[in-house]
């Protein structure tokens, strides 16, 4: 009877999850290439920690789990 109503449930959760998620993060305008003008280090550092900072700490999660794998193969290989 649970194994019916996994997936199922599995399937709301997401869903609600993602109700809340777009309901406090509303779409935004779509991203124009160029459009940034701002070169300056102090510039690319503001918008990376204020206006993308979601994506930047996704992408560092990502990153750090590669290299976690990377280091349990190499560890396999040398043993």
Do not use: H
């Amino acid at each position: 009877m649970a194994e019916l109503l996994g997936m199922p449930l599995l399937i709301a959760f997401l869903a609600l999850v993602s109700y809340f998620i777009y309901r406090v993060y509303p779409a935004g305008t779509m991203v124009q290439f160029g459009a940034f003008k701002g070169g300056t280090a102090q510039n690319v550092g503001r918008a990376l920690f204020t206006q993308y900072l979601l994506p930047f700490e996704v992408t560092s999660v990502l990153i750090l789990i590669a290299i976690i794998g990377a280091i349990v193969l190499a560890q396999k290989e040398l043993d």
